[in-house]
């Protein structure tokens, strides 16, 4: 199960938004070992693409030496579909390189670009293995733990 707070789940969905028609990409990084998503970096689309994203691997580099001086790993990579559901495509999968990371998608399509629920879904992606998992949706994180909140994930 991904436990994601409500702040970085909206900036996740504000930031698919604001690059539609494009898909958009980036990493919520957390402390080594925790599988606390804390540190939200919204990462540039090389691609450009509405059908495909690729991080920047100079940008990707620099992220990983960042998180590598914070003691922090990726705990989501997200990404956006414009025109499609939220699930992973056969190019998504084959790209995956994080198998201790949640998969996140959301899905801009049929006008949720603009306003109203979108589709933010998580998945495990591991060996080509697609898994889908539940997301709690909390208000904070306290000390390394959640508080629940009544909102839950739009789907």
Avoid: W
Wanted: proline share 6%; hydrophobic share 35%; charged share 30%.
């Amino acid at each position: 199960m991904l436990t994601i707070d409500l702040a970085t789940r909206d900036a996740i969905i504000a930031h698919a938004r604001r690059d539609h028609p494009d898909e958009a990409c980036g990493v919520v990084a957390g402390a080594i070992g925790s599988d606390l998503p804390t540190r939200f970096i919204p990462m540039l689309n090389a691609a450009m693409s509405p059908t495909f994203y690729e991080f920047d691997s100079g940008d990707l580099l620099k992220l990983y030496r960042e998180m590598d001086d914070n003691d922090e790993e990726p705990v989501i990579v997200y990404h956006s579909h414009t025109a499609t559901e939220a699930y992973p495509s056969r190019t998504d999968i084959n790209l995956a390189g994080e198998p201790g990371a949640h998969y996140v998608l959301v899905s801009t399509r049929d006008g949720a670009h603009e306003d109203g629920p979108v589709d933010f879904r998580s998945y495990r992606i591991v060996d080509g293995e697609v898994t889908e998992e539940e997301v709690s949706v909390v208000d904070r994180y306290v000390d390394g733990t959640d508080v629940p909140t009544e909102q839950k994930a739009e789907h």
